[in-house]
């Protein structure tokens, strides 16, 4: 079993048993442990959508899934995350890093980060944003929800909390 720090430990805490998703240079301190410690058996994806299919499958396989993405990518993954896990009720933590925020990143990210908050209501998935004060009881939160109602749900991580050691 690999160190952790406070995040990983939270996930495995709450039982999350496998990783996939595509990088992010906001999530590189956590991508890159998964890169450099197979014990954490993270699996890279092409597509978001892709991260989001190979974690509905490793649910279907009794595993407890977690996809890591940039928001930019959530446009990319609206049908898997509707018309496959909601619909089919398939629970994964999506945990996606919050590019665009306060309106300050490259100008590809801005009406992403003004906008995911909305996005996940309006598809009625819930989200929570991630705290360094309160990473334990965010993850917690978040993942009961996410079995509460079987559906997916987002974990909003801001600029600076995943991107160094993790």
Same mark, same amino acid.
């Given at each position: 079993?690999p160190?952790?720090?406070?995040f990983?430990?939270?996930?495995?805490?709450?039982g999350y048993?496998f990783?996939t998703?595509?990088p992010?240079?906001?999530?590189?301190?956590v991508?890159?442990r998964?890169d /450099?410690?197979? $014990?954490?058996g993270y699996?890279?994806? #092409?597509?978001?959508d892709?991260?989001i &299919?190979?974690? !509905?499958?490793?649910?279907?396989?009794?595993r407890?899934?977690?996809?890591?993405?940039q928001?930019?990518?959530?446009?990319?993954?609206?049908?898997?995350?509707?018309?496959l896990? /909601?619909?089919? $009720?398939?629970p994964?933590?999506v945990? #996606?890093?919050?590019?665009?925020?306060? &309106?300050?990143? !490259?100008?590809?990210?801005?009406?992403?980060?003004?906008?995911?908050k909305?996005?996940?209501?309006?598809?009625?998935?819930p989200w929570?944003?991630l705290?360094?004060?309160?990473? /334990?009881?965010?993850?917690?939160?978040?993942?009961?929800?996410?079995?509460t109602r079987?559906?997916? &749900?987002?974990?909003?991580?801001?600029?600076?909390?995943?991107d160094?050691?993790?």
């Open positions: 079993m160190q952790t720090t406070p990983l430990s939270a996930l495995r805490s709450e048993d990783f998703g595509v992010c240079s906001l999530l590189k301190g991508i890159r998964f /450099e410690e197979p $014990e954490w699996v890279s994806a #092409v597509r978001e892709s991260a &299919g190979i974690a !509905a499958g490793a649910y279907m396989a009794g407890k899934p977690a996809v890591f993405m928001n930019s990518g959530l446009g990319v993954c609206m049908n898997a995350l509707v018309s896990n /909601e619909i089919y $009720e398939i994964a933590l945990v #996606v890093s919050w590019r665009g925020k306060d &309106g300050k990143d !490259a100008p590809e990210h801005i009406v992403m980060g003004r906008i995911m909305s996005y996940f209501d309006q598809i009625e998935l929570r944003v705290s360094p004060d309160s990473i /334990e009881a965010d993850v917690a939160t978040l993942s009961q929800e996410i079995e079987r559906v997916p &749900g987002a974990l909003i991580v801001p600029k600076g909390i995943l160094a050691s993790s």
